[in-house]
């Protein structure tokens, strides 16, 4: 791993502890962690904007000007705001894709979620993906934060990964398994 990942990894923790501490000294946790998914979602999909959060060559005051017309288009939360033009001013905006997703992962240990991932081979319904989180909530007596993602190169079955403890019981994993007998044999 190269110095530059560990040290804006390092400093991404960082940053995001520090939004968080001051969110929970403003009152406005829940505020915050619902505005810094919003952003999450615009650097995803916008090119633009991800354009100028990733281009080096762009220059403060045009970040500065794009944030104040994204925060008075989406009423963004006042102190993620400041919090996002202090990052363009320490030359960190590059970061704000990480320390947002730290930012988000850090509310959600705080309230004592497990993080879970569910992939289906069928293109599963809100009540059925419910229904699997709420199993794995009695599970594992705990909080689950369920990310789904519905991949038909599965072929059948689910693959679900809680913490390190993984099940698949996906048809393609079974194949797997069979052919890597067979070439054992």
């Known amino acids: 791993m190269s110095k530059n990942k560990d040290f804006s990894e390092t400093s991404a923790g960082r940053y995001s502890l520090a939004l968080y501490e001051l969110a929970i000294e403003a ?15 615009l650097i995803l ?6 354009s100028l959060i990733k281009d080096p060559t762009n220059k403060k005051e045009d970040q500065l000007n794009a944030l104040f017309r994204i925060s008075e288009q ?8 400041k919090f996002l033009n202090f990052l363009i001013s320490k030359r960190r905006f590059f970061y704000v894709d990480k320390i947002l997703k730290s930012f988000v992962e850090t509310c959600s240990i705080k309230r004592g979620e497990l993080k879970a991932e569910l992939t289906s081979a069928k293109d599963l319904t809100e009540n059925e993906v419910n229904s699997i989180k ?5 599970n594992f007596s705990s909080k689950i934060k369920l990310n789904y993602k519905h991949d038909t190169s599965l072929i059948g079955g689910l693959i679900v990964q809680v913490g390190s403890t993984m099940v698949n019981t996906s048809i393609k994993n079974k194949l797997q398994q069979i052919e890597n007998r ?3 044999a």
């Not at 999909?45 to 991800?50: K, L, T, W």
Request: proline share 0%; charged share 30%.
């Open 134 to 138: 709420e199993e794995l909530t009695k």
């Open 182 to 184: 067979m070439i054992e």
């Open 27 to 41: 009152n406005a946790i829940s505020e915050v962690e619902e505005h810094s998914l919003s952003i999450i979602q």
């Open 45 to 50: 999909v916008n090119e633009d904007f991800r």
């Open 74 to 81: 989406h009423e963004l939360n006042k102190l993620l705001t």
